[in-house]
C-alpha cells in the first residue's frame, strides 16, 4: 500500500541548532515533492518544492534534499528560531497527477 | 500574491443545518480548487478536486451528495456540508492552484472550524 511517513511527530530542538525533518515515502513514483509549513487553526503555507531530478533545493536558511532511490526527503532549517515552530508537512504527487498527497507533519518546537 | 481566503472561519450550529463554506483565490485564477478535512494530529485528507466550469471528483468514500461542491467561477468554489451531523464536525480547508498542472504548489486557505451540535 501507499505511504507517507513523517519519522517524528514532534522534535525538540535547541535555538540556533539545525532542525532535520524526514520525509519517506513507498508505493509512490513521485515527479515532485513539497514542503508546507502549518501553524494551529491555520491552513499551510508552501514553502519548498522540488523535482525528482534535481538533489537539492535552497532558499534562505531552508535546504531540502530528494532523493528517489531511497525515497526519501530531507528538511532542513538552519540556525533555528523560536518563530520556526509550528508542523512541518511534507507532500507528493503521483507522476502526472495534480493532486497532492501529505504526510501527517511534525512538529516542531524550537526553545529559546 | 497568490492569496486565498476562506470564510466563514469558525461554524456552530445544529445538528441537521447545512453549512456553505466559501473559498475565494483573491488575487490569481485558480483553474483548480481542493477541498481537503483535517482531524487533530492527521493529514490533510482531501475530499474532492473541482475545476471551473465542470463537475467536482470526489474521492473514495467522500458522499458527493452530502458534500456539494460548486465551482462557478475561476475565483470561487464553495462546499456545503447538507444535513450536518456532528460527525461531520472538523476542519475543513480549502486550496487554489493555478495553471491546472502538476508541479504548482497549492495557496491554502485558513480553514473552517466547523462544530456541529
Known amino acids: 500500500s501507499q505511504k507517507i511517513e513523517q519519522n517524528s511527530e514532534a522534535l525538540n530542538i535547541q535555538e540556533g541548532k539545525t532542525a532535520t525533518l524526514t520525509c519517506n515515502y513507498t508505493n509512490y513514483s513521485p515527479a515532485y515533492l513539497q514542503w508546507y509549513r502549518q501553524d494551529p487553526g491555520r491552513g499551510p503555507v508552501f514553502l519548498l518544492l522540488?523535482?525528482?531530478?534535481?538533489k537539492e533545493k535552497r532558499k534562505e536558511r531552508l535546504k531540502v534534499t530528494f532523493d528517489t532511490t531511497l525515497k526519501q526527503s530531507l528538511f532542513h532549517i538552519t540556525a533555528s528560531q523560536p518563530a520556526d515552530s509550528a508542523t512541518y508537512l511534507c507532500a507528493l504527487d503521483q507522476a502526472g497527477s495534480y493532486q497532492l498527497t501529505f504526510g501527517k507533519g511534525t512538529k516542531l518546537s524550537v526553545i529559546p | 500574491g497568490a492569496v486565498v481566503s476562506q470564510h466563514p472561519s469558525r461554524v456552530i450550529c445544529k445538528s441537521g443545518t447545512s453549512v456553505k463554506i466559501e473559498c475565494r483565490s483573491l488575487d490569481f485564477q485558480a483553474t483548480t480548487m481542493f477541498w481537503y478535512r483535517q482531524f487533530p494530529k492527521q493529514s490533510l485528507m482531501l475530499m474532492a478536486t473541482s475545476n471551473e466550469g465542470s463537475k467536482a471528483t470526489y474521492e473514495q468514500g467522500v458522499e458527493k451528495d452530502k458534500f456539494l461542491i460548486n465551482h462557478a467561477s475561476l475565483t470561487l468554489s464553495t462546499l456545503t456540508v447538507t444535513s450536518a451531523h456532528p460527525e461531520d464536525s472538523s476542519f475543513y480547508i480549502c486550496?487554489?492552484?493555478?495553471?491546472?498542472?502538476?508541479?504548482?504548489?497549492?495557496?491554502f486557505g485558513d480553514g473552517t472550524r466547523l462544530s456541529i451540535l
Open positions: 522540488i523535482r525528482e531530478n534535481e
Open positions: 486550496s487554489a492552484q493555478t495553471g491546472g498542472v502538476s508541479n504548482q504548489p497549492q495557496h
